[in-house]
């Protein structure tokens, strides 16, 4: 079994930074690829980010693209994500996913379904 477990969301100003981190604990890295989904209020949940396992393609919406930045430390078991210049339409729950197969083609890893495993979230909200 795998748990992740999010923190660093927070309230913030437009235009500053937060880092998220996801702690992985249970069949850690060898999981195939993780992401990032995000779920505004009245909103579906949408994708923010992913990263493979075997050679850290990542993969962002337009929306966080140039903004943000996914990355992860192997040896810590954590996953990142980096915020930046963030707007007022950023604000939302940010979860993180992980997926234990790989697949073949960046569609796959934008899609929440692929994901086996999901944190409980941490809140982001950025004021304007």
């Known amino acids: 079994q795998v748990q992740l477990v999010e923190s660093g969301g927070g309230l913030v100003q437009a235009g500053a930074s937060l880092r998220l981190s996801c702690a992985v604990s249970?069949?850690?890295?060898?999981?195939?690829?993780m992401a990032w989904f995000r779920q505004a209020p009245g909103k579906e949940r949408e994708f923010v980010g992913a990263?493979?396992?075997?050679?850290?393609?990542?993969y962002y919406a337009d929306s966080v693209q140039g903004r943000f930045t996914i990355s992860r430390a192997v040896a810590r078991n954590t996953l990142y994500l980096q915020m930046d210049s963030l707007k007022s339409e950023d604000t939302a729950v940010y979860s993180c996913?992980?997926?234990?197969?790989?697949?073949?083609?960046?569609?796959?890893?934008?899609?929440?379904?692929?994901?086996?495993?999901w944190g409980q979230g941490t809140q982001v909200t950025v004021s304007s």
């Open positions: 990263i493979t396992n075997r050679a850290s393609k990542t």
């Open positions: 996913a992980a997926s234990s197969l790989t697949y073949p083609h960046e569609n796959y890893y934008r899609t929440a379904r692929t994901y086996d495993y």
């Open positions: 249970g069949r850690t890295f060898t999981m195939a690829a």
